[in-house]
């Protein structure tokens, strides 16, 4: 039950876009659809972004996108904005019926 | 309003025990799976334990498994988890979140309660 690879830390310039991965293996990740975003503000619980792998909850801004590609999965922010400035974590069902989460990414927005 | 709202936390010596719980509302709680999400201070989420709708399944992480047991009272729209033989590094804040069917993901989520385990 190996946590999923995600970069510790990206950034960007408001109204920028920017990419965080997460790199899992053929039974997690690359095996299913159940791969999913939350993001979480300091002290706050998280909240979901995109589940499914690119499908975003009623109420989640059109600017959070999701992707993936063989064992990695891609959550992209486009058009930052000073509130997106939190940690994200992915997380995936895996082939032994547990749910895995990354180590988390903490977005800076400059 | 849908709403998870977690109990129970403190401080225990190693060794000790804590039963957490977790009150739902807002939705029909017996149609849902529920899981436990730990997070010890400074670091990432980390799945703890999952329980099917009517409780005839549970897993859990290799981390606590033998020592952690996830339960539910359907009638009591409550999700618990019976800590045994705690650890240092079982010190965190303890989330329940639910699981529907249709999404595979984490929808809704508790505010969390802190456990800490120190002498």
């Known amino acids: 039950q190996s946590a999923l690879t995600q970069p510790a830390s990206v950034s960007g310039s408001p109204g920028q876009s920017i990419t965080i991965s997460c790199t899992g293996t053929s039974s997690d990740v690359g095996g299913y659809k159940y791969v999913s975003w939350n993001q979480q503000h300091p002290g706050k619980a998280p909240k979901l972004m995109i589940y499914?792998?690119?499908k975003r909850p009623s109420g989640v801004s059109n600017r959070f996108s999701g992707s993936k590609s063989g064992k990695t999965a891609s959550l992209t922010i486009s058009g930052l904005q000073a509130e997106d400035e939190a940690d994200y974590y992915c997380?995936?069902?895996?082939?032994?019926?547990?749910?895995?989460f990354g180590g988390g990414t903490k977005l800076t927005v400059l | 309003e849908v709403q998870l709202v977690e109990s129970g936390g403190g401080l225990v010596q190693p060794g000790g025990s804590l039963r957490l719980s977790c009150a739902a509302s807002?939705?029909?709680?017996?149609?849902?799976?529920m899981h436990w999400v730990r997070q010890a201070p400074g670091k990432g989420l980390v799945w703890v334990s999952r329980i099917n709708s009517d409780e005839s399944s549970t897993t859990y992480a290799d981390s606590v498994k033998g020592r952690f047991t996830i339960s539910r009272d359907n009638a009591k729209n409550t999700l618990y988890l019976q800590m045994n033989s705690l650890r240092a590094e079982d010190t965190a804040v303890y989330y329940c979140a639910r699981v529907p069917s249709y999404l595979g993901a984490f929808d809704i989520w508790g505010q969390g309660t802190m456990v800490t385990v120190s002498s």
């Open positions: 807002g939705f029909t709680f017996s149609n849902y799976w």
């Open positions: 499914d792998v690119s």
């Open positions: 997380s995936s069902y895996t082939s032994s019926s547990t749910w895995v």
